[in-house]
């Protein structure tokens, strides 16, 4: 290879190395703030599969992060709402037909209003009602978990908003 040619091949290897280490630096910072923040959230194992898996976590900061996990709760208990509903199409029973109503109230109620309201509050940095809003699903939750004595087809989903709603509410506080 002619000399004149040795010098920038060189250059650019060595330019492509640093580029590549400093994104490495940097995903490795944003992995410590998922880790970080997910030690404080009180949940820690659901907080860090959770906001990995969301590919928007890489590069987010702290209100970003709490704007993913507030965005998760809204499409777990949406998926949760609409099974809830399926299975209430084929309720008879009128004590079932009640309980199963006051579930989908609850739901709706996170669904449509509490959630939209969390994340709003959090884009105009109401932090306190954010938090408030994130953490009162997990009370409607567990509304609609107090209308049965049993395990329904729809506890392990009511558990799974539950926490994320808590965990999104601890996410939310760390941010004053």
Do not use: W
């Amino acid at each position: 290879m002619p000399q004149n040619l040795k010098a920038p091949l060189l250059f650019s290897l060595i330019l492509g190395f640093l580029a590549t280490q400093a994104i490495s630096i940097s995903n490795k910072k944003t992995l410590d703030l998922i880790e970080q923040t997910c030690r404080q959230s009180g949940f820690f194992a659901l907080c860090d599969s959770t906001l990995r898996s969301d590919p928007q976590s890489s590069n987010a900061k702290l209100e970003g992060l709490a704007k993913i996990s507030v965005e998760i709760v809204i499409d777990k208990a949406n998926a949760t709402l609409n099974f809830i509903v399926d299975l209430f199409k084929n309720v008879s029973d009128p004590v079932l037909y009640r309980s199963y109503g006051t579930c989908i109230d609850s739901y709706d109620a996170s669904v449509e209003r509490l959630l939209p309201k969390a994340i709003a509050a959090l884009s105009s940095k109401d932090y306190a009602t954010s938090r408030h809003d994130a953490a009162t699903v997990a009370i409607n939750v567990n509304a609609c978990d107090k209308q049965f004595s049993e395990k329904t087809p729809f506890s392990d989903r009511n558990r799974l908003v539950h926490d994320l709603s808590l965990m999104s509410a601890g996410i939310i506080e760390l941010l004053g």
